[in-house]
């Protein structure tokens, strides 16, 4: 008995069995899990005996069983086997009086969740550890409320403010007999003049008038210095705004009268024939009447004389224009096969590579600038047909051999010192031959994407159109098909030839409102159709006579400021819901969300009217002619509604 009380120690560490309290105070603290089915071995089988009057819940748990166990194994032999399972239902026999046994069917609930180790004990000699159980009760569960709430404790300290007044002890020391006190200090304070407490809050009440008065005045001079400001800033804005109408008006004028002097496209030459036809009609029109007779005849003959002369101006620009046109086409041509792969990366950047093709467009596109270039020395010009005559030689061909033999003979004609004006007729031939050769894929495998033409000739039978003004075979793109034409007619260059001939319509500023409408309709993302459709002859005849050439708004008549924009913005833009009006209108007018509320009767009426009248002139165009019908399909629809929505009101 006297080592016993090293035998056992307490377990801190986690684990789950059943509770098993010590058999005595031999026990002392330690701390392990370990297996809760295994027994101890106890030093000694002694153990106090139960009396007749006693429960067993005044013993240790299972001690009995314990000692029991303990005694078998050392002097029976037999080892009780350690995997017991308990079963799910089980009987136990509870004493209900002196005399009287009861027994109760337990049902078992099995644990859904891991208990919490409550410690335990193990013993030192054998190692087997014991652990304290907890109650096989389920814990009741809280209501779940939706709302995950945390708990927290606070140690602050319960404060109460409340007023003391603290104690002064004055005293006063007064001249008497045998005691001086000086009073040359002293001040002699006399009372005021006594005010009630109406008197007092009146005298308040002034004081807050006062205030506010000067706070008033203070506010309404910062609130008029603010004005002016604005102001000051909207009027220079706004002359801003007319320093910048008047200058883009002067520069439109500029461009105007410089594509006059020096025109280069075919819109500057179509504004020429234009004010050559204005200025036909005005002079006609003096002569016919200022002069009669013989005198007439022979202004008139004199007038077609300047104007033939005029046009034979106009036509040498031309061709001179067209000369500089063409060149700058074969360098952009050229340029295209020099340039690299580019493409865009995931944070933005272009890339850009030369691949063999490029290189090769590029030394090419370097030569053509040599071959080009004039009132060079000869040993650079001979230097350079000799860097083409290797270039080309790679190649043998019919081509390429007519190209060497003429850059023989410009270096032998040179060698002999022949005039540079008489070999222009050769350098024209080289620098053609050279084209020709730049634009065969076989020598030059960039340009295969860039050419109109189809490497394949059966892809020309296909898609091509005959021409009957011209007698050639075009391409489609070649002819400008109107909306109201049933057959392809004539193309582009025949059109153009037949306009400078006989109308002399400039088509620019029509071309612009045109432009500016379909890329407005692009912005709105709605899948418009009928806006291009719509081709400049159509957009010149719904500005001329149907909306007269001016806005609805301020009859402002300069087609440079003038656009078409929706009528009603939620409906697709088409000649008959559309509206003719200046930039500054048409932002201010886009902006508006009901039309018959913004504006009068009248003008609603007469923007009506306008667009019946467009309506029954492409009700003619078949393809304009199903998309009317379906917007009218729709109208009845919307009307039908409202019609029944008021029905249900009434």
Request: hydrophobic share 30%.
């Amino acid at each position: 008995m006297e080592d016993a009380s090293d035998g056992f120690e307490v377990v801190t560490s986690e684990g789950s069995g059943a509770e098993q309290s010590p058999a005595s105070s031999q026990g002392k603290a330690v701390g392990e899990a370990g297996d809760p089915a295994e027994k101890p071995l106890l030093p000694e089988p002694a153990a106090s005996m139960i009396e007749d009057n006693e429960t067993p819940s005044k013993t240790g748990p299972n001690f009995d069983e314990i000692v029991q166990s303990e005694n078998q194994e050392r002097f029976s032999g037999e080892v009780i086997p350690q995997d017991y399972h308990m079963p799910d239902v089980i009987t136990v026999r509870v004493q209900t009086g002196t005399n009287s046994f009861q027994e109760v069917v337990v049902k078992v609930e099995r644990p859904t969740y891991n208990k919490p180790f409550l410690g335990g004990f193990r013993n030192v000699s054998t190692g087997v550890e014991f652990h304290n159980a907890g109650s096989q009760t389920k814990p009741k569960k809280r209501p779940d409320k939706g709302i995950q709430l945390f708990c927290r404790e606070t140690q602050t300290a319960v404060e109460k403010n409340t007023r003391q007044q603290t104690r002064n002890t004055t005293s006063t020391q007064m001249t008497k007999i045998g005691l001086y006190v000086s009073n040359t200090t002293d001040k002699l304070i006399t009372p005021g003049k006594y005010f009630t407490a109406e008197e007092y809050h009146k005298r308040r009440l002034e004081a807050v008038i006062v205030l506010q008065k000067y706070f008033r005045r203070w506010h309404a001079v910062n609130l008029l210095q603010n004005l002016k400001a604005q102001k000051r800033l909207r009027l220079a804005q706004e002359a801003q705004e007319e320093l910048q109408k008047k200058w883009e008006k002067e520069e439109k004028l500029r461009r105007e009268y410089e594509k006059k002097l020096n025109p280069k496209t075919k819109e500057d030459f179509e504004l020429l024939y234009h004010d050559l036809e204005l200025w036909m009609q005005e002079e006609t029109e003096r002569i016919n009447r200022t002069l009669t007779g013989a005198k007439r005849k022979a202004a008139l003959c004199a007038l077609l004389e300047e104007e033939t002369e005029l046009i034979a101006c106009i036509g040498m620009h031309k061709l001179n224009a067209n000369i500089e046109n063409q060149q700058k086409a074969i360098l952009h041509f050229l340029s295209q096969c020099a340039q690299p792969r580019r493409w865009k990366a995931f944070d933005g950047k272009i890339t850009e590579m030369d691949t063999q093709n490029s290189l090769r467009g590029k030394e090419l596109l370097e030569i053509y600038h040599s071959i080009n270039t004039k009132d060079i020395p000869k040993d650079e010009r001979t230097s350079v047909l000799l860097t083409l005559k290797w270039t080309v030689k790679e190649h043998e061909c019919k081509l390429t051999q007519e190209l060497v033999a003429l850059i023989d003979r410009e270096i032998d004609l040179m060698s002999r010192d022949v005039k540079e004006s008489n070999l222009e007729g050769l350098r024209k031939r080289i620098c053609t031959l050279f084209l020709q050769y730049i634009k065969t894929p076989e020598f030059n495998p960039q340009v295969a994407g860039l050419l109109k033409v189809p490497q394949d000739p059966l892809k020309l039978y296909k898609n091509v159109y005959f021409c009957h003004s011209c007698e050639k075979y075009l391409a489609p793109t070649e002819f400008p098909i109107p909306a109201s034409s049933h057959t392809i007619g004539r193309c582009r260059s025949c059109y153009q030839l037949d306009n400078e001939a006989r109308k002399r319509e400039a088509y620019f500023k029509y071309r612009l409102i045109l432009e500016n409408l379909r890329k407005s309709e692009v912005d709105y993302q709605d899948d418009s159709k009928i806006v291009f459709l719509v081709q400049l002859p159509d957009m010149q005849y719904l500005i001329e006579h149907i909306w007269n050439c001016q806005s609805a708004l301020s009859a402002c008549s300069n087609l440079y400021d003038l656009v078409m924009v929706r009528w009603d913005k939620q409906q697709e833009w088409s000649p008959w819901n559309t509206i003719l009006l200046t930039k500054e209108e048409a932002d201010a007018h886009l902006k508006l969300c009901n039309l018959q509320k913004t504006y009068e009767a009248p003008f609603i009426y007469r923007i009506e009217q306008k667009h019946i009248r467009a309506k029954n002139y492409f009700s003619r165009i078949p393809a304009m002619s199903s998309f009317l019908h379906r917007n009218n399909n729709e109208s009845n629809a919307n009307s039908d509604k409202k019609h029944s929505s008021v029905k249900l009101k009434k």
